[in-house]
């Protein structure tokens, strides 16, 4: 089994990067996993959702993801809750699953934290309940619960995949010096609380649109997919 991590999809929009990975890798089966961090955007449309899951199904891995700030919150919460590898989880399908919030996932001997959620800077731009939805936006009930299962761990994880990051990660020069600066939210706030209690390899994270690393732990991911570790 092996873990890859990618940045945002956006539902097809940013789809086909999965369908050429998987081309490359024909070795892959549904016992791999590529982890995409945010905008997994495919549960949007109650109209066409299967239409819009069905390219995620017919890859040859099992896709799992963080939610970003565009998901259809509405529907993923209809989803029942359910454990899968320690934490908490939303099967859209057997094969496409949602890492909620706050939890600590074992994967092939690895602990995984996960804690999606981001504000959208295109908020005026979107309608609530149509385009924008305010669960984008981590509780604090969710930051307890992320703090409570960390402490089970000694506050010690192999991996953090998140959408958004917290506020020293925007001070490197990757993010620094991007050419559309995003601010600070209250969820890089919350991110860096995580970042001053948690020991950790490697940390990934979506939402800027942009592939780089900031430093020896910290990735920013968008189209690349990597090998969990790298």
Request: net charge negative; with cysteine; glycine share 8%.
């Given at each position: 089994?092996?873990?890859?991590?990618?940045?945002?999809?956006?539902?097809?929009?940013?789809?086909?990067?999965?369908?050429?990975?998987?081309?490359?890798?024909?070795?892959?089966?549904?016992?791999?996993?590529?982890?995409?961090?945010?905008?997994?955007?495919?549960?949007?449309?109650?109209?066409?959702?299967?239409?819009?899951?069905?390219?995620?199904?017919?890859?040859?891995?099992?896709?799992?993801?963080?939610?970003?700030?565009?998901?259809?919150?509405?529907?993923?919460?209809?989803?029942?809750?359910?454990?899968?590898?320690?934490?908490?989880?939303?099967?859209?399908?057997?094969?496409i699953i949602h890492l909620m919030r706050g939890q600590v996932f074992e994967l092939e001997g690895?602990?995984?934290?996960?804690?999606?959620?981001?504000?959208?800077?295109?908020?005026?731009?979107?309608r609530e309940g149509v385009s924008w939805w305010k669960e984008e936006m981590p509780s604090y009930?969710?930051?307890?619960?992320?703090?409570?299962?960390?402490?089970?761990?000694?506050?010690?994880?192999?991996?953090?995949?998140?959408?958004?990051?917290?506020?020293?990660?925007?001070?490197?020069?990757?993010?620094?010096?991007?050419?559309?600066?995003?601010?600070?939210?209250?969820?890089?706030?919350?991110?860096?609380?995580?970042?001053?209690?948690?020991?950790?390899?490697?940390?990934?994270?979506?939402?800027?649109?942009?592939?780089?690393?900031l430093n020896d732990k910290m990735t920013v991911l968008y189209q690349e997919i990597v090998l969990?570790?790298?």
């Amino acid at each position: 089994m092996a873990i890859y991590v990618t940045g945002d999809t956006h539902g097809q929009h940013d789809f086909v990067k999965l369908k050429l990975f998987a081309k490359r890798n024909p070795q892959l089966t549904k016992s791999d996993y590529v982890i995409i961090a945010g905008d997994f955007g495919a549960v949007w449309y109650e109209s066409t959702l299967e239409q819009d899951l069905k390219p995620y199904e017919d890859l040859p891995f099992t896709v799992l993801f963080v939610d970003g700030n565009h998901e259809n919150f509405d529907i993923l919460n209809t989803y029942p809750v359910e454990e899968w590898h320690g934490g908490k989880v939303h099967f859209v399908r057997p094969d496409i699953i949602h890492l909620m919030r706050g939890q600590v996932f074992e994967l092939e001997g690895k602990s995984i934290f996960t804690f999606g959620g981001a504000t959208s800077i295109d908020r005026y731009l979107r309608r609530e309940g149509v385009s924008w939805w305010k669960e984008e936006m981590p509780s604090y009930e969710e930051l307890d619960e992320g703090i409570a299962n960390l402490k089970r761990y000694g506050n010690k994880v192999d991996y953090i995949i998140t959408h958004s990051c917290g506020e020293r990660a925007l001070m490197y020069p990757p993010l620094r010096t991007r050419s559309v600066q995003m601010g600070r939210y209250p969820e890089n706030r919350m991110l860096s609380y995580f970042e001053d209690i948690v020991q950790y390899q490697k940390w990934y994270f979506g939402h800027y649109h942009m592939d780089s690393p900031l430093n020896d732990k910290m990735t920013v991911l968008y189209q690349e997919i990597v090998l969990l570790g790298d």
